[in-house]
Nanobody, 115 residues
Framework: QVQLVESGGGLAQAGGSLRLSCVAS????????MGWYRQAPGKQRELVATISSGGYTNYPGSVRGRFTISRDNAKNTVCLQMNSLKLEDTAVYSC?????????WGQGTQVTVSS
């Protein structure tokens, strides 16, 4: 079993920054890829960033150049640095991990960007 706990969400102004963290516990040796996803009200969940166990990263065009995902395997932590925030970045952000072919999700943290 793997458990994920996110922190760092909150309120930021457009153009500002926030940093999200996700700490994994449990059977952490079985974790492969990790990532962040978000879901805004009335919209489907979408990918924000992923990072492999070897550090390979992937971003959709909507956040590329503004968001940076990082991973510290020694601390079992994955972080998401969000810069140049836009109003449309407002959503619940969830950490996810791929474990033995299945996805494990955190509880989510709210990010709200105001003008």
């Amino acid at each position: 079993q793997v458990q994920l706990v996110e922190s760092g969400g909150g309120l930021a102004q457009a153009g500002g920054s926030l940093r999200l963290s996700c700490v994994a516990s449990g059977s952490i040796f079985s974790i492969n890829d990790m990532g962040w996803y978000r879901q805004a009200p009335g919209k489907q969940r979408e990918l924000v960033a992923t990072i492999s166990s070897g550090g390979y990263t992937n971003y959709p065009g909507s956040v590329r150049g503004r968001f940076t995902i990082s991973r510290d395997n020694a601390k079992n932590t994955v972080c998401l640095q969000m810069n140049s925030l836009k109003l449309e970045d407002t959503a619940v952000y969830s950490c996810a991990a791929r474990v033995n072919g299945a996805s494990v999700w955190g509880q989510g943290t709210q990010v709200t960007v105001s003008s």
